[in-house]
């Protein structure tokens, strides 16, 4: 991705609902640049922004002013067709509520997204196989999503948004559902990927998932007020936020 520079970037970036005495300013004027490889945790109050900023960087939202660039390639103003493909092809989300496919099990929900990008059935499976031993759910295959505990949808949850190999992972208030013990689980599970070059933004109002992160900006009202690199080992290791000299 060097070549591009930031595989993600928005340049001015806002998303207004309604208008006059009724406007919302969900994200207003956002610049911002993800490097690959960066794990970056987006913090603020309920309802400064967080998830639309979230949905303006993969494409499940158009942004009302600004450009979102994906990999050197605008992606604001693609096509719905394209857009789709690249959400399907480019982008992995991870949802507070999972959002598994109840009547599917827990390999054939990451399966889904490799069939849906037009690889085999023989791919697919190898790919979910490969993956849920990742998240350490082998055993977990054949479940479907209500006999699994919440930490354990939302690994499969992870595992599914990585079937394609996303440029970028987009985890919205990942652990919002989940106990402590099943969000240190995630955590681990982000560090690993991340430590395998995977490209992630973790939007949380939870400081002890922001300070895994390798950088954190903060939100109010729409706007980025805060961006602040961590180290985030040192910070796991002390249990404290650890800001470095610019
Ligand atoms: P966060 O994820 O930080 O809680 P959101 O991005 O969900 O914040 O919302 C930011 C602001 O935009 C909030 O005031 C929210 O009510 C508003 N908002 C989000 N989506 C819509 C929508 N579809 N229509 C109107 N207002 C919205
Ligand atoms: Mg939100």
Redesign the pocket.
């Known amino acids: 991705m060097n070549r591009y520079g930031d595989v993600l970037r928005v340049r001015g970036v806002s998303k207004h ?2 208008q006059g005495e009724y406007l ?1 300013r ?2 207003d004027g956002v610049d911002l640049g993800l490097p690959a490889g960066q794990m970056l945790a987006v913090t ?10 979230l949905h303006l960087l993969g494409g499940l939202e158009r942004p009302t002013d600004g450009e979102v660039w994906l990999a050197g390639e605008r992606i604001d103003s693609l096509s719905e067709r394209a857009l789709a493909r690249l959400r399907r092809r480019s982008v992995g989300f991870v949802f507070q509520a999972f959002h598994l496919v109840d009547e599917l099990s827990a390999a054939e929900n990451v399966e889904l997204p490799v069939l849906l990008a037009g690889r085999s059935p023989r791919v697919a499976r190898r790919r979910a196989a490969a993956l849920l031993e990742q998240v350490g759910l082998a055993d977990r295959a054949r479940h479907l999503p209500w006999e699994l505990s919440g930490g354990q949808r939302q690994r499969v949850a992870i595992a599914r948004a990585m079937a394609n190999e996303p440029l970028v992972l987009l985890a ?1 208030e990942p652990t919002g559902n989940l106990d402590s013990a099943a969000t240190n689980d995630v955590l681990r599970l982000f560090s690993d990927l991340r430590a395998a070059g995977q490209t992630l933004v973790i ?1 949380t109002h939870d400081e002890r998932v922001a300070v895994t992160a390798d950088r954190l900006v903060s ?1 109010r009202d ?1 706007m980025l007020v805060d961006d602040t690199p961590l180290m985030a080992g040192a910070a796991g290791r002390l249990g404290g936020l650890i800001r470095l000299e610019d």
């Open positions: 609902h309604g919302v969900a994200v603020g109050p309920s309802g400064c922004g967080k998830s639309t900023l919205d939007a939100m729409g």
